[in-house]
């Protein structure tokens, strides 16, 4: 039997006529990183939306050993999955605090809430500091730390985090490659979208290579990292 966390086999994803995912296999196991790294347009946030219900997919994806085929969104979130989106996705008119309380809608237990809320400003001081601030005003860096922040007041066994580091200065960049670390050693079993494919690599147990809508290229970060293929294609020749 396996033991992976999150088993995915021969996603399809269709938008109109465009098969933009081809039968993306992969599986993410208990307390691993585990990175998909590709160039735009190669399906890496389409597998992360189709894995949190956001978009209809064919084929099978057990989580914890549950067939999320039919499940709603709302629902995936209760099971222990969630999302941190490409572009952040925080209500910028809402406050820092109204946010991460939209983090935890699926929650009940307001002691439980309360002391999440305290990890994430251990996580990021900075969050406190700004709770009644509307999220918009925000600097990209600190939108980027609530989005994440958000994800985590769901209590996620596994954590999708899309793209974290695009568009961040390289020290900001350095501080949520971090965190990353951090939330996964605490037990958070984490699947990274990242352009930043060295960044990802070296942060990550295992990683996938996506190429127009499937993937070609599989290992150990570390292997991955000396790869001359994915050096030339991805972690710009040298
Ligand atoms: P990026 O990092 O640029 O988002 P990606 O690897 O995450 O790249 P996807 O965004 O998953 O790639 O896109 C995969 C393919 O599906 C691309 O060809 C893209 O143009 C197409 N696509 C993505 N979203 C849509 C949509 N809503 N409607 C139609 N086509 C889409």
């Avoid at 925080?90 to 809608?105: D, S, Y």
């Avoid at 307001?110 to 509307?134: D, G, S, T, V, W």
């Avoid at 494919?197 to 000396?226: D, F, H, P, Q």
Wanted: with cysteine; aromatic share 4%; glycine share 10%.
């Amino acid at each position: 039997m396996s033991n992976a966390l999150l088993k995915v086999s021969d996603l399809e994803v269709r938008y109109g006529g465009i098969l933009a995912l081809k039968g993306v296999s992969f599986e993410v196991n208990k307390g691993e990183v585990v990175s998909l790294i590709g160039a735009n347009g190669a399906g890496k946030t389409t597998t992360l939306r189709a894995l949190s219900g956001m978009i209809p997919f064919s084929g099978g994806v057990e989580f914890q050993g549950q067939n999320l085929a039919k499940v709603p969104s709302h629902q995936i979130v209760r099971l222990g999955l969630a999302h941190s989106p490409e572009g952040r996705g925080v209500f910028p008119n809402l406050t820092v605090a109204e946010n991460l309380q939209m983090g935890a809608f699926s929650r009940k237990d307001k002691a439980e809430i309360a002391r999440n809320l305290e990890h994430c400003y251990e996580l990021f001081p900075r969050m406190k500091e700004r709770l009644k601030q509307k999220a918009g005003t925000l600097s990209g860096g600190e939108q980027q730390m609530l989005a994440i922040s958000r994800a985590l007041m769901a209590q996620p066994t596994l954590l999708l985090l899309d793209e974290p580091s695009l568009g961040l200065a390289p020290l900001i960049v350095a501080q949520i490659f971090e965190i990353i670390k951090k939330v996964n050693k605490e037990g958070v079993t984490i699947l990274l979208v990242e352009q930043n494919a060295r960044m990802a690599l070296k942060v990550s147990n295992r990683a996938y290579v996506v190429e127009t809508g499937k993937i070609t290229l599989s290992g150990k970060g570390s292997e991955l990292l000396n790869d001359p293929r994915v050096v030339a294609s991805y972690l710009g020749g040298h």
